[in-house]
């Protein structure tokens, strides 16, 4: 922190904080133990099966990325502390109502974990360790190291330098202007009120460098929710850090760096060949390419993995290693149809906007079943089995499988480490995608539904329509499609569902009833591409 404002001095403690601002608890999927399973898979580990599994989170919040992982692997077991009493009371209760036994929330300090908990598999510490003072740091540093199953994995985001030096900067204001009041809402709305206020003071600026920085930052932070901008950037604690002195401090505490969550961020080849070539010839070792990598992107924020100094990684992946992972691609391609058993070169594009191109008709023909199957995954053998299938001329011995397992590994590894086109989890996503006569959603979905938002299968949150918001809680098994149009009617009646026709509100209930039944198809085949569906 800034000298200008290591004077200031806390007003709120930070369970306090918590509890008077909680912060929203949700899923993260890159924090799940299957994408954790997956990353040490990839560079030559043992970890342990996501069926069966122990995980810690520090920092849970209320629970909201323990429970739906709890929810879909009943047979492994969830810890996790938070300093919050409220939020996890608020997580308790909805552990009760779910009746689960594998998940266990403690209102208690990252520094009381001892030899009583136990060891872990996996270790998740997310949004926690640039927010908290250096002896907490250390502990979480600590609880990794002894806490961990010889195998584990360990999680942990932080803030970054170079990236986070403006963003620092715009931190240091408005904890200067924010610190002379005394409550959080006024603290927030003080420190809004100075973003406008910078704001105005570049509009137009397009010739000034620092215009142009300040600008892009306070776009970020204007549309940030208030939970957000008040605990990561008014709290006492925000420390960035560079990623080698993370990763010198992991060593200090017997750990090892494993790699990012995100893989893709680690592949030098990303940058376009000429950088790639300067970039060995400038690092004698991973953590310096990851620090050089840092300074080219000027990163302000990572998710490394870290495992026992005992563990040797191989970041060289060898692409036979998919064939114990299950894959999953929302990527669709640029031109339809596609003739999978020609050599055309397609080209497949993702949400976000990547693309990759190839004229294998095997890898073209898988990319046709993952579109089909997708939110769900598909085990990796049986998709090559299936993609071989489809071409009508099935491989039978094993010489012709081993051929396609290494054509299908490649073009599906190079299309995970260069975009996000491909997904690798370490466990099936299980889910039921056609509604069945009663569905039935999960008993989490069900239990958040009417907040307006649900916790996926894929470990991913789903904003839901004002439909969705009272249809999805009606899915327990005994309503079938009259059922539910009925119900809804009733909703609609009661004025908590608003129902149209072209644009125009409908009061009579019979055209209510008609009009939810024309749509109640529809909304339930929606739902079933939400991944909550378990009949």
């Known amino acids: ?14 369970a306090q904080a918590y509890d008077e601002v909680p912060y929203e608890s949700n899923p993260f999927a890159q924090t799940h133990p299957s994408r954790l ?63 689960l036994k594998n998940l266990t929330l403690k209102a208690a300090s990252i520094l009381d974990v001892d030899d009583s ?54 931190r240091d204001m408005m904890m200067y202007h924010s610190s002379r009041f005394n409550t959080p809402k006024l603290r927030i709305q003080q420190a809004r009120a100075l973003l406008d206020f910078l704001a105005q003071s570049v509009k137009g600026d397009n010739q000034n460098a620092y215009a142009t920085l300040l600008k892009q930052e306070l776009e970020t932070l204007r549309h940030q929710a208030d939970y957000y901008l008040y605990h990561e950037h008014l709290e006492e604690h925000n420390e960035p850090i560079y990623f080698h002195q993370f990763a010198g401090q992991a060593h200090e505490k017997g750990l090892k ?16 060949p000429e950088i790639e070539k300067t970039l060995k010839m400038l690092a004698t ?37 998919l064939r114990i992972l299950h894959v999953a691609s929302a990527a669709k391609p ?30 073209k023909s898988a990319m046709r079943i993952l579109q089909q199957a997708y939110p769900a995954t598909v085990p990796f053998d049986e998709l090559r089995k299936q993609a071989r299938a489809a071409l009508g001329n099935a491989a039978a011995d094993p010489k012709a499988v081993a051929e396609d397992t290494q054509i299908l590994a490649v073009g599906l590894l190079n299309c995970y480490m260069g975009s996000d086109l491909i997904e690798l989890h370490g466990a099936p996503i299980e889910f039921v995608r056609t509604p069945g006569e009663k569905p039935v ?17 894929r470990h991913e949150i789903v904003r839901l329509s004002d439909l969705d918001r009272h249809l999805i809680p009606l899915l327990d098994g005994t309503h079938d499609r009259a059922a539910l149009a009925d119900k809804l009617t009733d909703v609609a009646k009661s004025g908590a569902l608003n129902i149209q026709k072209d644009g125009v509100p409908l009061y009579d209930p019979k055209d209510i009833r008609q009009a939810i039944g024309s749509v109640i198809d529809q909304a339930l085949l929606n739902v079933g591409r939400m991944a909550i569906l378990t009949a």
């Open 257 to 272: 760096y494993l790699g990012e969550a995100r893989v893709g961020t680690m592949v030098t080849g990303n940058f376009g």
């Open 1 to 14: 922190m800034s000298d200008m404002l290591s004077a200031i001095p806390a007003t709120t403690s930070v």
């Open 441 to 457: 959603a999960s008993p989490l979905a069900r239990l958040q539904a009417p907040k307006g938002s649900i916790s996926s299968r």
């Open 37 to 99: 399973f997956v990353v040490g898979t990839l560079f030559g580990l043992r970890p342990t099966p996501v069926a069966r599994c122990r995980v810690l989170e520090l920092g849970a919040a209320s629970g909201g990325n323990l429970l739906p992982a709890a929810e879909a692997l009943p047979e492994s077991e969830f810890v996790g502390i938070d300093l919050s009493v409220q939020q996890v009371a608020d997580g308790q209760n909805m552990i009760d109502s779910l009746g």
């Open 117 to 170: 908990y136990g060891k872990f598999d996996y270790i998740i510490c997310h949004g926690v360790y640039s927010w908290v003072p250096s002896n907490v740091q250390q502990k979480i540093l600590e609880i990794c190291a002894t806490r961990m199953n010889p195998n584990g994995i360990a999680y942990i985001s932080y803030n970054t330098f170079p990236g986070w030096h403006m963003r620092g900067m715009i």
């Open 334 to 363: 640029a031109q339809e149809p596609v003739n999978v058993t020609s050599d055309e070169n397609v080209s497949y594009r993702s949400a976000s906007g990547m693309s990759m191109a190839t004229n294998r008709p095997l890898l």
């Open 285 to 321: 070792d991973q953590i310096q390419a990851e620090q050089y990598m840092d300074f080219l992107r000027n990163r302000m924020f990572r998710e490394s993995l870290l495992v026992s100094n005992q563990l040797n990684p191989n970041w060289a992946v060898q692409p036979d290693c």
